[in-house]
């Protein structure tokens, strides 16, 4: 298919909202209407060329048939091939007989018309790049659009120029009875995500040009569709709050509420788009969802609250700051530091989580060892109190390192979120207390079996000096790591 756009029609290398509010496109509806010379012809007569697009293009049905009767009539055998030869030839903008009665919505033409064509010949582009439906979507010409569907169903997957559909010729013309006929032909929501070079497909637009009874059909027809965004990373919403429609906002949000969490490719939300093109009615309207977050900030480290204050002074300006302020808004540089203190505080859970792993393996080594170790013979150790209490601390102490080391293999895997890794580290680190206090309490009971009443002194002096330690080493712990949840409850406070 032919997708190169005229000379005419090629519009400056502006963004799509300037060029739909100055008209700086060319589409269609701009081309000057159509009687001039048939191209250069072979097997048909120019002048009768000339009589059968006159007649497309003033609806002349008549006229039409009897210039197919008066071909019949002279009984050649190249008859029929001369009839199709007649319909495929086109003027000098490369329009048939059949686009431009298509683009008169001349549809008692067109179905005549369709009698001596082919599929290929429906197909054919103009110079411009656009098909019959293309012509007949754009101009809003129902019944043209349904005859041409019936003849070739097909047609509705066709794009011209710009990767633009019919539907989206549609759309632009906020022609909605087309667009409805449309999509109750449309079968496959891929249809309805087919976008333009841009990355916009028929829901931006419909958004942008603040069109509620179309947002409605489409996302009646494909709800995800409002998840979609442009190569500016902008979804429909995005562009919606650029207007003033709050049914257009509302319909959105409750297709996929989602919507208010995604940020362009500047990472800007839609609240900061509604901030900075001063719509304080639209960014009311944002901050009743629970789903808005007011201290996003965008690429430059910017929340909806900062652009407010770089706006010039006005009253939409002045309520905008008053609603951001009274829904907790704050500048991004009181939230920087809080962040960086965030990811900080993230860093070193993780670090410590390895610290505690590397911790537990050695624990449960010493114990699994402490176990086949144990002095004297089964018959003298069996009755005594020590290797009782060896063996009971031991097993608590190894099982607890064993544990540790299951938690940490799972949250190893990287799928955790950063809340999680600091619940588990809360219950990892109560479990390695645990252990290290009874791998402590295993090694006092085994200086009592090796060295028991031959060396109380020694014995003692190990149990006490040992336990002070431990004892401790376990309180410093308790203490940093009080601390250390305490700021992070405060941390939470602030973004709260």
Same mark, same amino acid.
């Given at each position: 298919?032919?997708?190169?756009?005229?000379?005419?029609?090629?519009?400056?290398?502006?963004?799509?909202?300037?060029?739909?509010?100055?008209?700086?496109?060319?589409?269609?509806?701009?081309?000057?209407?159509?009687?001039?010379?048939?191209?250069?012809?072979?097997?048909?007569?120019?002048?009768?060329?000339?009589?059968?697009?006159?007649?497309?293009?003033?609806?002349?049905?008549?006229?039409?048939?009897?210039?197919?009767?008066?071909?019949?009539e002279k009984g050649s055998d190249d008859s029929k091939l001369k009839a199709s030869s007649l319909v495929s030839e086109v003027n000098e903008l490369g329009?048939?007989?059949?686009?431009?009665?298509?683009?008169?919505?001349?549809?008692?033409? @067109?179905?005549?018309?369709?009698?001596?064509?082919?599929?290929?010949?429906?197909?054919?582009?103009?110079?411009?790049?656009?098909?019959?439906?293309?012509?007949?979507?754009?101009?809003?010409?129902?019944?043209?659009?349904?005859?041409?569907?019936?003849?070739?169903?097909?047609?509705?997957?066709?794009?011209?120029?710009?990767?633009?559909?019919?539907?989206?010729?549609?759309?632009?013309?906020?022609?909605?009875?087309?667009?409805?006929?449309?999509?109750?032909?449309?079968?496959?929501?891929?249809?309805?995500?087919?976008?333009?070079?841009?990355?916009?497909?028929?829901?931006?637009?419909?958004?942008?040009?603040?069109? @509620?009874?179309?947002?409605?059909?489409?996302?009646?027809?494909?709800?995800?569709?409002?998840?979609?965004?442009?190569?500016?990373?902008?979804?429909?919403?995005?562009?919606?709050?650029?207007?003033?429609?709050?049914?257009?906002?509302?319909?959105?949000?409750?297709?996929?509420?989602?919507?208010?969490?995604?940020?362009?490719?500047?990472?800007?939300?839609?609240?900061?788009?509604?901030?900075k093109k001063q719509k304080d009615a639209i960014v009311q309207e944002l901050l009743l969802y629970p789903e808005t977050n007011v201290n996003v900030l965008?690429?430059?480290?910017?929340?909806?609250?900062?652009?407010?204050?770089?706006?010039?002074?006005?009253?939409?300006?002045?309520?905008?700051?008053?609603?951001?302020?009274?829904?907790?808004?704050?500048?991004?540089?009181?939230?920087?530091?809080?962040?960086?203190?965030?990811?900080?505080?993230?860093?070193?859970?993780?670090?410590?989580?390895?610290?505690?792993?590397?911790?537990?393996?050695?624990?449960?080594?010493?114990?699994?060892?402490?176990?086949?170790?144990?002095?004297?013979?089964?018959?003298?150790?069996?009755?005594?109190?020590?290797?009782? @209490?060896?063996?009971?601390?031991?097993?608590?102490?190894?099982?607890?390192?064993?544990?540790?080391?299951?938690?940490?293999?799972?949250?190893?895997?990287?799928?955790?979120?950063?809340?999680?890794?600091?619940?588990?580290?809360?219950?990892?680190?109560?479990?390695?207390?645990?252990?290290?206090?009874?791998?402590?309490?295993?090694?006092?009971?085994?200086?009592?079996?090796?060295?028991?009443?031959?060396?109380?002194?020694?014995?003692?002096?190990?149990?006490?000096?040992?336990?002070?330690?431990?004892?401790?080493?376990?309180?410093?712990?308790?203490?940093?790591?009080?601390?250390?949840?305490?700021?992070?409850?405060?941390?939470?406070?602030?973004?709260?």
């Amino acid at each position: 298919m032919q997708a190169s756009v005229s000379k005419n029609m090629a519009a400056p290398p502006q963004s799509e909202e300037r060029d739909l509010e100055n008209g700086s496109i060319r589409l269609p509806s701009d081309l000057p209407d159509s009687t001039q010379q048939p191209a250069e012809v072979s097997a048909v007569d120019a002048e009768i060329c000339r009589k059968l697009h006159f007649a497309a293009e003033i609806g002349d049905v008549e006229l039409v048939r009897r210039i197919f009767r008066d071909i019949d009539e002279k009984g050649s055998d190249d008859s029929k091939l001369k009839a199709s030869s007649l319909v495929s030839e086109v003027n000098e903008l490369g329009e048939s007989a059949l686009f431009l009665a298509a683009k008169k919505g001349k549809a008692e033409v @067109v179905k005549e018309l369709l009698k001596h064509s082919n599929s290929e010949e429906v197909r054919r582009s103009s110079k411009d790049g656009f098909n019959p439906l293309h012509i007949a979507a754009f101009q809003g010409h129902a019944d043209v659009v349904q005859t041409l569907l019936d003849y070739e169903p097909e047609l509705i997957k066709e794009a011209g120029p710009s990767n633009t559909t019919p539907l989206v010729f549609a759309v632009l013309r906020g022609h909605a009875t087309v667009v409805n006929q449309l999509l109750s032909q449309t079968d496959s929501p891929s249809l309805l995500s087919v976008s333009k070079s841009n990355g916009r497909n028929a829901l931006h637009l419909a958004a942008r040009l603040q069109n @509620v009874d179309m947002v409605k059909a489409l996302l009646e027809k494909e709800p995800q569709l409002a998840r979609s965004t442009d190569q500016k990373g902008q979804n429909a919403l995005h562009l919606a709050v650029k207007g003033i429609s709050h049914e257009i906002v509302r319909l959105l949000v409750k297709a996929e509420p989602v919507v208010l969490a995604q940020q362009d490719s500047r990472g800007n939300t839609v609240l900061h788009i509604a901030t900075k093109k001063q719509k304080d009615a639209i960014v009311q309207e944002l901050l009743l969802y629970p789903e808005t977050n007011v201290n996003v900030l965008n690429k430059d480290q910017k929340t909806a609250l900062d652009i407010a204050e770089e706006l010039p002074y006005s009253r939409e300006s002045m309520k905008i700051k008053a609603h951001l302020s009274r829904n907790g808004a704050v500048r991004g540089n009181d939230l920087l530091p809080v962040k960086e203190l965030k990811r900080n505080l993230q860093g070193g859970l993780i670090h410590n989580a390895n610290s505690v792993n590397e911790a537990a393996v050695l624990i449960a080594q010493i114990a699994f060892a402490a176990i086949f170790t144990i002095p004297g013979s089964p018959v003298e150790t069996s009755h005594n109190i020590s290797v009782q @209490v060896l063996v009971i601390f031991n097993s608590i102490a190894f099982f607890a390192s064993l544990a540790v080391v299951v938690i940490q293999t799972i949250l190893g895997r990287g799928e955790a979120e950063a809340e999680v890794i600091a619940v588990m580290a809360e219950v990892t680190n109560k479990l390695i207390w645990l252990a290290s206090a009874c791998i402590s309490v295993v090694f006092m009971a085994t200086i009592t079996i090796v060295v028991g009443r031959r060396c109380q002194w020694a014995t003692i002096l190990i149990m006490v000096v040992g336990g002070a330690l431990i004892a401790g080493s376990l309180g410093i712990k308790t203490y940093y790591e009080v601390r250390r949840l305490r700021k992070i409850e405060l941390i939470k406070k602030k973004e709260t």
